[in-house]
């Protein structure tokens, strides 16, 4: 039995949802940490597509608790919808437990996102504008509204109007918007907390006495290593910690606790969003691979920026995370390419960088450095076992493990759980 912590190890989108579906197979609670509904996971379960956005991805499994840890910032809104649709489509979801102590969104905080992004113009960051910096900004300005406080009538009404009368000044005087009401704010979330209260609880005891038994728990993170507000591509980042140390904050378990990490990475880069991007592709290459791997964004819509697979990043999550293993998904849409590059390094001012810098200008003028190797031709969507992968690409992923340091434990071929091939447990046994 074991606790392991799953990651992306690039800027989100790395097909953690499927990795975490087929994982959750063999794990009695799955939980979601940090993030909000400003990421999104995608699970194809037989002939049906499940977006998920704050729902831990095990709850498609009929007996596996699902968790939303404190570190998470919750739209209760977002919550009830993505439970309705799941209930109306018959997915059992009175497993579901919310921590106490999780942050909640309020429309102040997604007014204040819009207003913000546009002020910024050219400079924007490109969030989704859901509210998830300004409710983190809340958290640490320690005026939040916690999932307990959402419970409590007067505590909520009093928090509101509290924060509405500095809100509104802020909206008014210096975005020139209109102001909000804090009486029918506060109706509303009334109304979500009578929905919400029987999923909240202490999650911290719930968790700690499912390791004293022994259980195999599976902590999955939103977005990637590199959108991490401290390791990531700041200020081109989320607004909480994506990396595995996390999930212990997140959930309310000792670093201790957690025996393994998991880094996902796709067989390719991509990112949504503002930001430097090394070895990103322009042109037809880039819309064969947008195309072939469906690249566009669950939360959004929006258009991936598609590029060759940097090692340099994987390597550098490698070390932010403690990484044990890789999952890499996508290996399939790479299937017909003559020729493929692998980032091994960056050529900057006459240097050869071998280590992910924390400069945002180096990494603008960055010329990745790249290995080449042979494509594939055969169709590996049918392949169930890594030995039967073609020569190519099983060359391709032990080239991975040599540039990052890390083997492979898990290879994607396809959306479904069947097209999962498993090289290594990642559960086994404990430490």
């Known amino acids: 039995m074991a606790t392991v912590v799953l990651v992306g190890t690039q800027w989100g989108d790395e097909g953690k949802g499927k990795v975490t579906d087929y994982l959750a197979a063999k794990a009695d609670i799955v939980v979601r940490y940090q993030g909000g509904n400003n990421a999104g996971h995608t699970v194809v379960v037989g002939e049906e597509v499940f977006r998920l956005h704050l729902i831990p991805s095990g709850i498609l499994y009929p007996d596996k608790i699902c968790v939303i840890g404190n570190g998470v910032v919750i739209d209760p809104a977002v919550l009830i919808n993505e439970l309705d649709a799941l ?225 340099v990043i994987v390597r550098y999550a490698a070390r932010i995370n403690g990484l044990d293993f890789l999952a890499v998904t996508k290996l399939d849409v790479l299937t017909g390419l003559d020729t493929l590059r692998i980032c091994r390094g960056y050529r900057y001012g006459g240097q050869l960088l071998t280590e992910f810098p924390a400069s945002l200008s180096v990494l603008a003028g960055a010329e990745p450095v790249y290995d080449e190797l042979p494509g594939w031709d055969e169709d590996i969507s049918g392949v169930r076992l890594y030995e039967d992968l073609p020569p190519r690409a099983q060359d391709y992923l032990e080239r991975i493990t040599e540039l990052t340091g890390v083997p492979v434990a898990l290879v994607g071929v396809g959306t479904r759980r069947s097209q999962m091939l498993v090289r290594h447990d990642v559960f086994g046994q404990g430490k």
């Open 87 to 311: 209930a109306a489509r018959e997915v059992p979801t009175a497993r579901l437990v919310i921590s106490e102590r999780a942050h909640v969104i309020l429309p102040y905080h997604r007014y204040l996102d819009e207003l913000e992004e546009d002020k910024k113009g050219a400079g924007k960051i490109g969030t989704t504008r859901r509210g998830i910096g300004p409710a983190y900004v809340d958290k640490v300005g320690r005026v939040g509204v916690r999932m307990i406080d959402l419970l409590d009538t007067e505590t909520l009404r009093r928090k509101i109007r509290q924060n509405l009368e500095d809100k509104n000044h802020l909206f008014s005087r210096v975005f020139g918007a209109e102001p909000l009401d804090a009486d029918a704010i506060t109706r509303d979330y009334e109304r979500y907390a009578g929905r919400l209260a029987p999923l909240v609880a202490d999650v911290s005891i719930l968790l700690h006495e499912a390791i004293d038994q022994g259980k195999n728990i599976l902590f999955e993170g939103a977005q990637g290593t590199l959108l991490d507000v401290d390791h990531g591509t700041y200020p081109y980042v989320t607004s909480s910690n994506p990396t595995a140390a996390a999930a212990a904050l997140g959930a309310g378990i000792g670093p201790t606790k957690i025996d393994r990490v998991v880094g996902v990475c796709k067989a390719y880069t991509t990112r949504v969003g503002e930001g430097p991007f090394p070895t990103e592709l322009r042109g037809e290459m880039a819309d064969r691979i947008r195309e072939r791997g469906g690249e566009y964004g669950t939360t959004t819509g929006r258009p991936r920026r598609c590029g060759w697979l940097d090692a």
